[in-house]
C-alpha cells in the first residue's frame, strides 16, 4: 500500500528543504593579464571556441577574451574596438564608460558571464576585470503560432526569448502592478525562467506556491517550460493537464487580468497558465472576437465535441454489442445490414480505426507539408474505403470513429486534444464489456476524478463542481462583456469586482 | 475536529442528503405502497416525507445540543463509555447493512433488466470499486460530486414526465379510498425510501453556519425528495390501472419502457443508467456514514479517509456471500423496522436524555 501511495501521490505542496549547492569560492582577479588568461583557459577546459585577443590601449597591457559562438562579431568591432580607437589619447575610464563595461573582481562569476556570450577584458595591474557584453541573438519574427490560429484578433505569438515575450506582454499591460519574478533553473543548465503576476490581482497564497514549487526544484537539466510544468503541476498521472499551455499573448494577457501566474522560460516559446480550470482549455481567444452569441455557439460546439469525442465509440460498442433495442425500427435495418458480415467484435473494429486514425495523425506530423496530405488522402480515403470493401470494418463504424475524429480535434488545447483521445479508449473498453452500465461507470470515474483533481489549490472542475452559478458567464457559454461583472472566482483573485454598469445596462438608465 | 478546512456549506448539505435519500428506493416504491395503500399511495408517500420530516426535527434537535460534535462523538458522553461504544457499534453495523441492501438491491435489478449473463459479482464489485474510489476522499470533494451528478434527478423526473402523454387521471379516484389506516400503513412502506437523512447526525458539525441554516438544508432536501416520490408514484398511478399495477413489480420501468421516439427507443435503458448513478451516490453516501463510524470505533474523532477502504471490503464479502433472494427479502423487511430505531428512536432517546440530565457540549472542551 505504502508503495502504491508513494506512486500515485506526487504533491510537491510539501516543501522540501533545500539542498545545499557547493558554493564555490570567490576567485580574485589577478594582478597580470597572462595569470588570468591561463586561469581561465584552464577553467574552461581548453575550450576551442575560446578565444583571445590583444588590444592596444594606450598605457596598458589589455587582452580580452571571448566565446566566439555566443558572441555577435559586429557587436565586438562596435562595443569594444571602436571606442578604443575613438578615445586614442583619452583615459582609461572614458574608453570603459563608452564601452558600458561593468566591473567584477570575482573569476568564478566571470565565467558563468563568458559562457553567457560576454567578452571579458584584463588589463596588466588592475584587481578588476570589464565585462561587456557581446552576446548575439537570433530571434524569429513574432508570427502568429501554428497550433492556436485565430480567425479574428492579434496573431502576434511568443518566440523563444524570454525578453521579447516579456516585451509583448507588458506592451498590453502597462501597469505598475505588473511583477516579474526571475528564476535559474536547473544546476547545470542555469536556464532562466520567469514568472508573471499582477500584484494587485493574484492571491499571494498562490504566488507563494507557485514561487515555492518552482524553488523546489533541484535538477540538473531544466532546459524547457514544459519541462517545468512536470516538476510544478499537481498530479503527474492524471490524464488531464493541469497547466495551460500557450503560445499566445493575448490569451496570456486575458488570463493574468484574472489574477493567474505566468510561467515563461528562456527557449520555449510556451507559456504555461496556472492555476486553470477544466474549462479553460475549452476557452480561445476566438469566442472574445465574436460577438457573445456566436461566441457562446463556438464554446457549447467544443464542449459536445468532449462529450461525443469521449461517449461515441462507446456509446455505439455497447449499442450494437448488448441493447440494440434502443436503435429505432427505421435504422435497425441499414446497421444491421452493415455490421451483420463483419467477422469481429465491435470492440475490435473500432480499436482497430481508431488505432488507424491515431497512426495516421502521427505520421503526417512527421512528414513535410505536401507528403503529408498524400498520407492523409491515403489514409483517410484509401484505407477507409478498402476496409469496408474487404468487409472487416462496417460502413456505421468508418461514420463513428471518423466523427470522433474530428471532434477530438475540435479542442483549442493540443494537451487537452490529447487527453481527450486517450480517455475514450477505457470507456470504449468498459462499454464493450458491460453496456451502458460500463459507459455510465466509466464517465463516473472519470467526473470523480475531475472532482478530486486540483491545479495549485483551486478545484479543477470549478464553476460546475463546486458548483459557481456566477462564473458560468464565461464558462459553457460566453455572456457579453458588460454583463461580467465579476472576475472568474477559481484563482481566488484578490479583487472579485471587475466593473460597475455600462454598455446596455447604461444606456437603458439613461 | 471541524476543521474549515474540510467543511461543506449549507447548499452542499441539500445536495448530500437529497442524493443519500434518492436511491434503490425508487423503482420499487410505487408497487411497494400500491399493494397496501392502492389508489391512495401517493398520500401514503406524503404523508411518509412528513413522518420523516419530523425525524429530521428530531435530529436536528439533538444534533443542535452538540455543535461542533457527530453522532459518534457524544455518544460516549451521554450513555458512557461501554453502553456508547455499544450503540456507536450498532450503527456503524446498521449503515454497512443498508450500504449492503443497496448493492443487493442493485445488483439484482440490474441483473434482471439488462446485464442478465454477466455475474453478479462483478457488477458488485464494480460498484463497491467506484464507492471507494470517492469516499476516500474528504467529505468536501464528496459533496461537489453529488452536487455535479445532481442533473441526474433532474433528468429522471424529464424522462418521467413524457408518461404524461398517456395518462388517465380517473385512476387514482375516488381520493381516499383506502382508509386512513390502509394509507398510513402504506406511509410505513414508503419510509424505507426516504432513508438517508440520518447523514443529518454525521455531518452536523462538518457544515459551515448556524443550525438553523443547516435544519433549512436538511428541510430543502426532504422536500425535494418528497415531491420526486410523490410525483414517480403519481404518474405511475395514473399510467397504469389498478389491476395492471397489481402485475408489475416496477413500473416506473414499465411506463418509460413503453415510450418511443424517432430517435431513441427503450427508454428504460437511458432511465436505467441515470438510476445507476442516483444509487451509487445514494451508497455512497451511506459508505461514508459507515466508514466514519468505523473509524470512530478505532479511534476518537478521527478521519474517515482510513476505514474507507475496510469498510468498502466488508460490505462487498456480505454482499457476494449474501444473495439468496428469500434471505434479502427478510433482509429488507428487518432493515425497514430497524429503520425507525435508528432514525428515531435512538436519536429520541438520546435527545430526552440529553435534556434530562442537562447533558451538552461544554464549550472549548473539544478544541
Known amino acids: 500500500m505504502g508503495l502504491l501511495t508513494n506512486m500515485f501521490t506526487n504533491n510537491r505542496r510539501k516543501s522540501r528543504p533545500m539542498l545545499k549547492k557547493s558554493v564555490l569560492t570567490p576567485q580574485p582577479v589577478f594582478p597580470s593579464v597572462q595569470e588570468n588568461i591561463q586561469f581561465m583557459q584552464e577553467a574552461l577546459f581548453h575550450t576551442d571556441d575560446l578565444l583571445r585577443q590583444t588590444v592596444s590601449i594606450p598605457g596598458h597591457t589589455s587582452e580580452f577574451l571571448f566565446m566566439y559562438t555566443m558572441c555577435d562579431q559586429s557587436k565586438i568591432r562596435e562595443e569594444i574596438l571602436k571606442p578604443i580607437l575613438d578615445n586614442r589619447d583619452g583615459d582609461l575610464e572614458g574608453i570603459l564608460i563608452s564601452m558600458r563595461a561593468n566591473r567584477y573582481d570575482d573569476l568564478e562569476k566571470v565565467i558563468d558571464l563568458l559562457v553567457k556570450g560576454y567578452a571579458v577584458l584584463f588589463i596588466e595591474g588592475m584587481e578588476e576585470c570589464f565585462v561587456i557584453e557581446v552576446k548575439s541573438s537570433h530571434v524569429r519574427s513574432v508570427t502568429e503560432p501554428n497550433n492556436e490560429k485565430t480567425v479574428e484578433g492579434s496573431h502576434e505569438g511568443f518566440v523563444e526569448s524570454i525578453i521579447i515575450n516579456l516585451q509583448l506582454v507588458r506592451k498590453h499591460i502597462e501597469n505598475r502592478n505588473l511583477v516579474v519574478k526571475r528564476y535559474k533553473l536547473g544546476n547545470e543548465t542555469k536556464s532562466e525562467a520567469v514568472i508573471v503576476y499582477l500584484q494587485n490581482l493574484a492571491n499571494p497564497k498562490l504566488i507563494n506556491e507557485v514561487d515555492c514549487r518552482i524553488q523546489n526544484i533541484d535538477a540538473d537539466n531544466i532546459s524547457s517550460a514544459e519541462i517545468i510544468e512536470e516538476y510544478i503541476e499537481d498530479k503527474s498521472f492524471s490524464p488531464f493537464p493541469q497547466l495551460l499551455h500557450t503560445e499566445r499573448p493575448d490569451r496570456v494577457i486575458g488570463n493574468l487580468l484574472e489574477g493567474r501566474v505566468v510561467l515563461l522560460a528562456e527557449g520555449s516559446s510556451t507559456a504555461l497558465i496556472m492555476p486553470v480550470t477544466f474549462f479553460a482549455f475549452y476557452q480561445s481567444p476566438d469566442d472574445y472576437s465574436f460577438r457573445s452569441l456566436q461566441g457562446s455557439f463556438l464554446r457549447f460546439i467544443r464542449l459536445f465535441s468532449f462529450v461525443i469525442s469521449i461517449g461515441l465509440p462507446a456509446y455505439y460498442i455497447a449499442v450494437v454489442s448488448f441493447h440494440y433495442e434502443v436503435i429505432p425500427q427505421d435504422l435497425l435495418l441499414p446497421i444491421k445490414r452493415s455490421v451483420e458480415h463483419i467477422p469481429y467484435p465491435p470492440i475490435l473494429e473500432a480499436l482497430f480505426l481508431e488505432l488507424t486514425i491515431e497512426l495516421l495523425r502521427e505520421a503526417g506530423i512527421r512528414l513535410p507539408g505536401p507528403v503529408g496530405q498524400t498520407i492523409g488522402i491515403v489514409g483517410g480515403l484509401v484505407i477507409g474505403d478498402a476496409v469496408v470493401k474487404a468487409g472487416m470494418v462496417s460502413n456505421a463504424m468508418i461514420i463513428v470513429v471518423a466523427l470522433t475524429a474530428i471532434a477530438s480535434f475540435v479542442v483549442p488545447s493540443h494537451e487537452m486534444s490529447a487527453s481527450v483521445r486517450m480517455l475514450r479508449f477505457p470507456v470504449m473498453v468498459a462499454a464493450s464489456l458491460f453496456g451502458f452500465f460500463g459507459i455510465v461507470y466509466s464517465v463516473i470515474i472519470i467526473l470523480i476524478h475531475l472532482c478530486i483533481l486540483e491545479s495549485f489549490g483551486t478545484p479543477y472542475f470549478a464553476p460546475v463542481a463546486p458548483l459557481r452559478l456566477k462564473d458560468w458567464k464565461d464558462t459553457i457559454i460566453r455572456f457579453p462583456q458588460w454583463m461580467m461583472k465579476q472576475r472568474s472566482n477559481d484563482p481566488a483573485p484578490q479583487k472579485l469586482d471587475l466593473q460597475r454598469s455600462s454598455g446596455e445596462e447604461r444606456q437603458g438608465n439613461e | ?367
Open chain 2, 1 to 367: 475536529m471541524s476543521n474549515t478546512e474540510y467543511q461543506i456549506t449549507p447548499g452542499q448539505l441539500v445536495f448530500l442528503i437529497t442524493q443519500t435519500q434518492i436511491g434503490v428506493g425508487l423503482l420499487g416504491l410505487t408497487s411497494k405502497v400500491h399493494n397496501v395503500a392502492k389508489g391512495d399511495a401517493w398520500i401514503s408517500v406524503l404523508l411518509a416525507g412528513m413522518l420523516a420530516h419530523l425525524f429530521i426535527f428530531v435530529m436536528w434537535c439533538l444534533s443542535r445540543r452538540f455543535p461542533s460534535f457527530t453522532l459518534y462523538d457524544y455518544l460516549p458522553v451521554l450513555l458512557g463509555k461501554y453502553i456508547g461504544k455499544f450503540i456507536q457499534f450498532v450503527y456503524t453495523a446498521y449503515f454497512i447493512l443498508v450500504a449492503s441492501y443497496i448493492i443487493l438491491q442493485f445488483s439484482s435489478t440490474f441483473h434482471d433488466w439488462v446485464l442478465s449473463n454477466t455475474p453478479r459479482w462483478i457488477i458488485m464489485g464494480i460498484i463497491s470499486g467506484v464507492c471507494l474510489y470517492l469516499i476516500r476522499e474528504s467529505l468536501r470533494t464528496i459533496a461537489r460530486f453529488f452536487v455535479l451528478v445532481f442533473f441526474c434527478n433532474i433528468a429522471v423526473i424529464i424522462i418521467t414526465a413524457y408518461a404524461y402523454l398517456h395518462v388517465n387521471f380517473l385512476y387514482i379516484l375516488p381520493v381516499g379510498q383506502a382508509g386512513i389506516w390502509k394509507i398510513t400503513e402504506g406511509a410505513h412502506y414508503a419510509m424505507n425510501a426516504f432513508a438517508g437523512y440520518e447523514l443529518l447526525l454525521i455531518t452536523f458539525p462538518l457544515v459551515e453556519g448556524g443550525s438553523a441554516g443547516k435544519l433549512k438544508a436538511a428541510t430543502l432536501a426532504n422536500l425535494f425528495t418528497a415531491v420526486l416520490y410523490t410525483f414517480a408514484v403519481f404518474t405511475s398511478l395514473i399510467v397504469f390501472s389498478p389491476p395492471e399495477m397489481e402485475l408489475l413489480p416496477q413500473p416506473l420501468l414499465y411506463m418509460v419502457k413503453a415510450l418511443t421516439f424517432s430517435v431513441f427507443e427503450r427508454l428504460d435503458l437511458y432511465f436505467l443508467s441515470l438510476w445507476a448513478v442516483v444509487t451509487t451516490t445514494s451508497l455512497m453516501g451511506y459508505m461514508f456514514m459507515a466508514s466514519k463510524g468505523l473509524a470512530n470505533l478505532f479511534r476518537a474523532q478521527s478521519n474517515h479517509q482510513n476505514a474507507a477502504p475496510y469498510t468498502v471490503a466488508l460490505v462487498f464479502i456480505i454482499v457476494v456471500f449474501f444473495q439468496n433472494p428469500l434471505l434479502i427479502d427478510v433482509f429488507g423487511k428487518i432493515l425497514s423496522i430497524a429503520n425507525y430505531v435508528f432514525l428515531f428512536g435512538i436519536p429520541f432517546v438520546l435527545f430526552m436524555i440529553s435534556i434530562l440530565f442537562k447533558v451538552t457540549e461544554v464549550r472549548g472542551s473539544t478544541e
